[in-house]
């Protein structure tokens, strides 16, 4: 069975032979963790554990830099956007 890795955002994912090459790619931002590259990440650990095809997993990032941790603008908006929503609900 192929596994789909296509549905992993912020990741591209590469296989060759029973390499799995998972690269993070934001380079713009450093590859600073979004939250989708956050879930993309804690959820396609299980995919590449139960894919009989690989069994070596390279992991790297796009651009001049591997990661520069979280992505505080990005976190920042999403807070935003949750205080919106709980004060609309909140009014409800």
């Known amino acids: ?3 789909d890795y296509s549905q992993y955002g912020g ?5 060759r032979d029973k390499i799995l090459t998972i ?13 989708p590259m956050h879930t993309s ?3 396609i650990w299980d995919d590449v554990n139960d894919d009989p095809d690989v069994h ?3 992991l790297t990032g796009a651009g001049r830099a591997f990661s ?5 603008i990005a976190m920042q ?12 609900h909140a009014r409800s």
């Open 1 to 3: 069975m192929a596994y």
């Open 11 to 15: 990741v591209l994912v590469e296989q």
């Open 23 to 35: 690269t993070l790619n934001s380079p713009e931002t450093l590859n600073a963790f979004t939250g």
């Open 41 to 43: 990440m804690s959820r």
């Open 56 to 58: 070596v997993v390279v």
């Open 68 to 72: 520069a941790g979280g992505n505080v």
């Open 77 to 88: 908006d999403e807070d935003r956007r949750s205080e919106r929503v709980g004060r609309r």
